[in-house]
């Protein structure tokens, strides 16, 4: 990336140290000089204060850099959002597969423990759910196309977004009805083979 050098270069040209330019910036001298070495990139508002401050469009200031910046912030969304997934879906997992057998085990003290399980696998879906809505993907083929770094062009988008209510159905009714295949299957081995 180039705006490191940018920065400096426009630092230099108005005769201004690192101190001087973090104290108009309201950051500390050591934030001015990862920037300048590219150790971290400045956020948005930084980049519009730099910009006032060096007298020079955002685009001169980051010329080459806006992919390389898009990139860097869609391989962040893809790795939160396959945590977020992975997550949620392991939380679901163990809830199928224990909430029946804990149950038979310890009655309704099995509601704690999988109250405090149900909370967090909803925190994440709710996290998983907030990154979708801030990418603009909901269907499946949004979110591979979205996973691997691509957009879809204009005609399929329309017709993905057309899809998403009753992708959605679909999948609220066969996650609902997957668990409950899965709680009974359990319930029914513990109660019928190992008598609890």
Do not use: H
Not at 33 to 49: G, R
Request: glycine residues 6%.
């Amino acid at each position: 990336m180039e705006l490191g050098k940018r920065i400096k270069d426009y630092r230099a040209s108005l005769n201004w140290n690192q101190d001087e330019l973090a104290e108009k910036m309201f950051v500390s001298r050591q934030t001015i000089s990862n920037w300048e070495n590219e150790k971290s990139y400045p956020d948005i508002q930084s980049l519009l204060l730099l910009s006032t401050l060096f007298d020079v469009s955002i685009d001169q200031l980051v010329k080459g850099d806006v992919e390389k910046m898009q990139k860097i912030i869609n391989e962040q969304d893809v790795n939160q959002m396959k945590f977020y997934g992975k997550a949620m879906l392991l939380g679901i997992l163990i809830l199928a597969l224990t909430f029946g057998p804990l149950y038979l085990l310890v009655g309704l003290w099995s509601l704690i423990p999988m109250g405090v399980l149900i909370i967090v696998t909803f925190y994440f879906a709710m996290k998983l759910g907030k990154l979708q809505k801030e990418n603009d993907v909901s269907t499946y083929k949004e979110i591979v196309s979205f996973m691997n770094g691509k957009t879809l062009d204009e005609a399929t988008k329309q017709q993905e977004i057309g899809k998403r209510p009753y992708q959605t159905a679909v999948i609220t009714i066969a996650s609902g009805l997957i668990a409950g295949v899965v709680s009974f299957a359990v319930v029914f081995v513990c109660k019928n083979y190992f008598g609890l």
